[in-house]
């Protein structure tokens, strides 16, 4: 996976949820106004179209400390790599 094509990924599940407001990667997302389910479902969407799977374990933890759109990529990537 290219950390470009993830970040494009996780910027335009983001934004939809925005309604198409711009944001930076480091703003925090509950700044944004995200909560818990919102991201969680975001987890689910982007899993869904890179074909990934995360441990339960995996994705529970990235729950706890995701606080940005930086987080999401990175965690993206991570379970890439698996």
Same mark, same amino acid.
């Given at each position: 996976?290219?950390?470009?094509?993830?970040?494009?990924?996780?910027?335009?599940?983001?934004?939809?949820?925005?309604?198409?407001?711009?944001?930076?990667?480091?703003?925090?997302?509950?700044?944004?106004?995200?909560?818990?389910?919102?991201?969680?479902?975001?987890?689910?969407?982007? @899993? *869904?179209?890179?074909?990934? $799977? #995360?441990? %339960? +374990?995996? @994705? *529970?933890?990235?729950?706890? $400390? #995701?606080? %940005? +759109?930086?987080?999401?990529?990175?965690?993206?990537?991570?379970?890439?790599?698996?």
């Amino acid at each position: 996976m290219r950390r470009a094509a993830v970040r494009a990924a996780v910027h335009r599940y983001i934004r939809r949820l925005l309604e198409n407001r711009e944001f930076n990667d480091n703003t925090s997302l509950a700044q944004l106004g995200l909560e818990k389910a919102d991201i969680e479902d975001l987890i689910f969407h982007l @899993e *869904d179209e890179f074909g990934l $799977t #995360a441990f %339960t +374990a995996e @994705e *529970d933890h990235l729950l706890k $400390t #995701a606080k %940005t +759109a930086n987080d999401l990529s990175r965690f993206l990537l991570m379970i890439g790599r698996h």
